[in-house]
């Protein structure tokens, strides 16, 4: 995989780095920082490992899309499952890209910390992820301009709720070929309406929870219930 990725990088030393990297993450070295992975790799310090991360240049979204055209490759399928979550990364400190005081299913509880947006890949030979978005809070980071300089934001870049991308990266997929039977996620991303609608439209099916407290309309549109209520009215025989 490495050399496939390989022209994404210009230098040889980043394109060695970044092998580097790969293999201590996918080590079982117990804490992954720069420091400990420098040290697996047998670097006197974390330089390389943070030069790459920081200052590098190199295309991320391309070695993506490597990635994701080797992953389906291996584990194609076309009832394969889309699946979209997300996932907190605990962190110090206030300069780390969308960081701020928040609640993540990681510790449980509100914490200082990232949140990032993923989409894996389920088949029948395997899973993995496939896509990644960085969570940009409102009013702590895409309300101040200054802190998103600092950070290196891309000017283009600005508030999106968490349905939005989750919504971009399975069109993503979808658009270069990758064969999918439907797509899953929780009610984060169930309550998006233009979620379903796109899937509605491309013919792909999906299963996306909604809150309890969601209401629909039925007898044509005249009546308008909670889902939990109308759960209950469906005799069980009806349920397939």
């Not at 899973?127 to 409102?138: K, T």
């Not at 792909?204 to 759960?231: E, K, M, Q, W």
């Amino acid at each position: 995989m490495v050399t496939r990725v390989a022209g994404r990088f210009v230098r040889a030393e980043p394109r060695r780095t970044a092998g580097q990297l790969v293999e201590g993450l996918l080590s079982g070295v117990e804490r992954k920082t720069c420091w400990s992975l420098a040290e697996r790799a047998g670097h006197a310090d974390p330089q390389a490992m943070q030069r790459l991360l920081r200052t590098a240049v190199w295309d991320a979204d391309a070695v993506r899309d490597d990635v994701r055209e080797w992953l389906v490759e291996q584990l194609g399928h076309p009832d394969a499952v889309l699946v979209c979550d997300e996932t907190g990364f605990l962190k110090k400190g206030v300069c780390s890209v969308g960081v701020q005081r928040q609640y993540t299913g990681t510790a449980g509880r509100v914490e200082n910390s990232q949140v990032g947006v993923f989409l894996a890949y389920v088949t029948p030979h395997g899973r993995a992820l496939i896509d990644r978005r960085i969570y940009l809070p409102e009013t702590t980071w895409c309300d101040q301009p200054d802190r998103l300089a600092a950070a290196g934001v891309p000017d283009q870049v600005g508030f999106a709720t968490k349905p939005a991308p989750a919504r971009q990266m399975i069109a993503a997929a979808l658009d270069v070929g990758v064969p999918v039977g439907w797509v899953t996620g929780d009610e984060v991303y169930g309550a998006d309406p233009g979620r379903r609608g796109d899937l509605e439209h491309r013919g792909i099916g999906y299963v996306l929870a909604v809150g309890c407290d969601r209401r629909v309309h039925v007898n044509d549109g005249r009546t308008l219930v909670r889902v939990d209520d109308l759960a209950e009215r469906i005799p069980i025989t009806e349920w397939q």
